[in-house]
Nanobody, 119 residues
Framework: QVQLVESGGGSVQAGGSLRLSCEAS?????MGWFRQAPGKERERVAT???????SYRDSIKGRFTISKDNAKNTLYLQMNNLKPEDTAMYYC????????????????WGQGTQVTVSS
């Protein structure tokens, strides 16, 4: 029902910055970013609820910021001070149920954008 298209990935050196974007085809309340590195399980990076409450995994607190532009139906992830361990495919997710999104069971997913951080 809702199409999501990510962009903004790329290759950067450690300490660099990237801004990821996720454009949605329709308005949706809860959105988030997940990532998956080769050979590892997909993990939640950050989410924002319909009330504006944000949640971050501990390893990226203070470095990443999640935000939404409701006028554009677009989700962003500003990533600063990137580290090699941040290298992964980043996926945008959206769901009307925040708890389902938080558990990694969102009903809407993008195709992903690759982030590669070299040292």
């Amino acid at each position: 029902q809702v199409q999501l298209v990510e962009s903004g990935g790329g290759s950067v050196q450690a300490g660099g910055s990237l801004r990821l974007s996720c454009e949605a085809s329709a308005d949706i309340y809860s959105m988030g970013w997940f990532r998956q590195a080769p050979g590892k399980e997909r993990e939640r990076v950050a989410t924002v609820s319909n009330s504006g409450t944000t949640s971050y995994r501990d390893s990226i607190k203070g470095r990443f910021t999640i935000s939404k532009d409701n006028a554009k139906n677009t989700l962003y992830l500003q990533m600063n001070n990137l580290k090699p361990e941040d290298t992964a495919m980043y996926y945008c997710a959206a769901d009307g149920d925040w708890s389902r999104l938080w558990r990694g069971q969102a009903i809407n997913w993008g195709q992903g954008t690759q982030v590669t951080v070299s040292s």
